[in-house]
């Protein structure tokens, strides 16, 4: 069972940053076999992929909603994943959410998602 705990939420001004941490831990979770993902769902609608990536190479994927204002780092030896948020606007506000799966691919569908965790709200005012 892999257990993933998402931290860093909050309300911030549009243009401000916030940085979200996802802390991964499990008897058989290794994660240089595992695909980190961000997802976000706003009130109404559908959950949306954020961003990917891919624990043993370093690769991301990022939506394009987000591409060049948010960036997605690891830390293996903390099983940990950052995303950090630059220059939010009030569109962003919504619950973010860690996925896991394994494997290499960057997926960007969350059915294709094992483990979640329990989100951490994102509120940006204007």
């Known amino acids: 069972q892999v257990q993933l705990v998402e931290s860093g939420g909050g309300l911030v001004q549009a243009g401000g940053s916030l940085r979200l941490s996802c802390a991964a831990s499990?008897?058989?979770?290794?994660?240089?076999?595992?695909?980190m993902g961000w997802f976000r769902r706003a009130p109404g609608k559908e959950r949306e992929f954020v961003v990917a990536?891919?624990?043993?190479?370093?690769?991301?994927y990022y939506a394009d909603s987000v591409k060049g204002r948010f960036t997605i780092s690891r830390d293996n030896a903390k099983n940990t994943v950052h995303l950090q948020m630059d220059s939010l606007k009030p569109e962003d506000t919504a619950g973010y959410y860690c996925?896991?799966?394994?494997?290499?691919?960057?997926?960007?569908?969350?059915?294709?998602?094992?483990?979640w965790g329990q989100g951490t709200q994102v509120t940006v005012s204007s």
């Open positions: 990536i891919n624990w043993r190479g370093g690769n991301t």
């Open positions: 499990g008897r058989t979770f290794s994660f240089s076999n595992y695909v």
């Open positions: 996925a896991a799966r394994s494997g290499s691919y960057l997926y960007t569908v969350a059915h294709e998602y094992d483990y």
